[in-house]
């Protein structure tokens, strides 16, 4: 039995959605009304985040991953599923598609990466763990805020920035800190990458700053089937800076199936 809050819309294909850090399923409220009118759209709080509670054993992408897999069971849902995930939500798909390789029928790779942290990023990891304990949320959330969006949007969508504050902002320090850990942790996925058979879609907005687009361009390099759409004018939360782009290129590609 899975433990994990779910949203969901829709009916046909299960197409899952898993969020970025330190965000929830609301991340994904501008894909829920479009991409719903042609698939079963479940979008879950991954473990410590909106509404799931904290991870019951030690944080990591494989743990992500399994409770993703139990809310499935626990839905029935026996068909493959097509897996979308952005930033955190990427690695646990990737880690998803290391453990239930036989449960997908199509990957969605948004804003993320394969490649597991340097030792200085690992390092970064364990100050912002330290921060979060001392002072809560909030610096994290200031720190990580101007990163997330790009800079069209940084100038332009003030409303957006607002919303991403406020829906970071709700997280605990618990659940910031432990997912913290399991992104400091996960391993490296570049191995998975050629023995990925299901198509996939990379998704990167142009200005992400965190996963930038040469690390998309390595995922369609090393992705058997896979191609790449470069979102203009957006950053890392590609899917919240320019909804409707990102809605038709998922639609697309998840119609073309
Ligand atoms: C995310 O957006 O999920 C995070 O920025 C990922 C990361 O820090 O590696």
């Not at 058979?197 to 390595?218: A, C, F, K, R, Y």
Request: proline share 7%; net charge negative.
């Amino acid at each position: 039995m899975s433990n994990l809050h779910f949203q969901e819309a829709g009916q046909g294909t299960p197409l899952i959605l898993l969020h970025a850090f330190p965000l929830s399923s609301e991340l994904w409220r501008p894909q829920f009304e479009t991409l719903s009118n042609d698939f079963r759209v479940i979008a879950p709080d991954l473990p410590g985040f909106g509404n799931s509670p904290d991870f019951v054993e030690d944080a990591s992408v494989d743990h992500m991953a399994n409770s993703v897999m139990a809310l499935l069971q626990q839905l029935h849902i026996e068909e493959p599923i097509i897996l979308g995930g952005l930033s955190m939500g990427g690695y646990t798909a990737l880690a998803f598609a290391r453990l239930f390789p036989e449960s997908l029928r199509a990957l969605i790779l948004c804003d993320t990466r394969a490649e597991a942290d340097t030792e200085e990023g690992k390092a970064g990891r364990d100050k912002m763990i330290a921060l979060a304990q001392s002072q809560g949320a909030t610096p994290i959330v200031e720190q990580m805020l101007p990163k997330l969006l790009g800079e069209t949007s940084q100038k332009e969508r003030v409303n957006v920035m607002e919303s991403v504050r406020t829906l970071a902002l709700q997280q605990t320090p618990t659940g910031i800190v432990n997912a913290l850990r399991a992104l400091r942790d996960r391993p490296d996925s570049l191995d998975l990458l050629p023995q990925i058979n299901v198509p996939v879609l990379v998704v990167v907005g142009e200005e992400d700053t965190i996963t930038p687009v040469s690390m998309s361009q390595t995922l369609v390099d090393e992705i058997p089937n896979a191609r790449l759409e470069i979102i203009p004018k957006a950053g890392h939360l590609s899917n919240i800076e320019q909804p409707e782009v990102f809605n038709r290129i998922v639609c697309d590609f998840c119609r073309s199936l």
